[in-house]
T-cell receptor
Framework: SQQGEEDPQALSIQEGENATMNCSYK?????LQWYRQNSGRGLVHLIL?????REKHSGRLRVTLDTSKKSSSLLITASRAADTASYFC???????????FGAGTRLFVKA | DARVTQTPRDKVTEMGQEVTMRCQPI?????VFWYRQTMMQGLELLAY????????DSGMPKDRFSAEMPDATLATLKIQPSEPRDSAVYFC????????????FGQGTRLTVV
């Protein structure tokens, strides 16, 4: 079974708006990562947050992690049409070498 | 420009045929993952290797799938015999320090079994 579950499954917003995606996981983790996938292409790493971190920023991305709730959120501010993609969270299942992905959120940004 | 290279990009084959997918991980990365992506199942971890040794292939159907790393620059995923339900995009990814750093993905092999 997959470790992470993203919510919502799909999100449609206007350019300039903020997009928030959530991820919940089941077991303890050391790290949580967010990836992006453009249609038909490989995944690209966006950001990694460690279990002892609560918030991390990278450009227009802001990731939060709440280990007590086993959840994370990815916020994309001032979205652009080019942000249209699927976004996945991935976890390491408590320190193992496995990187397990959730089902993803499909984001569509309308110009 | 370091990248993970997968070949072929697309493969159409008839049911029952053998399929071999190849992956060249980024030089220096010691962990290699194989994932399968379908609309229904999403991204499934099939197998992963660390320092060329298979650590976990529990996600892989053992009767028809096999994964190997003949050397540090080549990982292979083989399906024999192939079935229509194997149709998917297969991704290889490599990582320098799995769990602590990012995984770099190849562009995938789109497999269609007819």
């Amino acid at each position: 079974s997959q470790q992470g579950e993203e919510d919502p499954q799909a999100l449609s917003i206007q350019e300039g708006e903020n997009a928030t995606m959530n991820c919940s996981y089941k077991t303890s983790i050391n790290n949580l990562q967010w990836y992006r996938q453009n249609s038909g292409r490989g995944l690209v790493h966006l950001i990694l947050i460690r279990s002892n971190e609560r918030e991390k920023h990278s450009g227009r991305l802001r990731v939060t992690l709440d280990t007590s709730k086993k959840s994370s959120s990815l916020l994309i501010t001032a979205s652009r049409a080019a942000d249209t993609a699927s976004y996945f969270c991935a976890t390491d299942r408590g320190g193992g070498f496995k990187t397990i992905f959730g089902a993803g959120t499909r984001l569509f940004v309308k110009a | 420009d370091a990248r993970v290279t997968q070949t072929p990009r697309d493969k159409v084959t008839e049911m029952g045929q053998e399929v071999t997918m190849r992956c060249q991980p980024i030089l220096g990365h010691n962990t290699v993952f194989w994932y399968r992506q379908t609309m229904m199942q999403g991204l499934e971890l099939l197998a992963y290797f660390r320092n060329r040794a298979p650590l976990d292939d529990s996600g892989m159907p053992k009767d028809r799938f096999s994964a190997e790393m003949p050397d540090a620059t080549l990982a292979t995923l083989k399906i024999q015999p192939s079935e229509p339900r194997d149709s998917a995009v297969y991704f290889c990814a490599s990582s320098a320090e799995p769990g602590n750093t990012e995984a770099f993905f190849g562009q995938g092999t789109r497999l269609t079994v007819v």
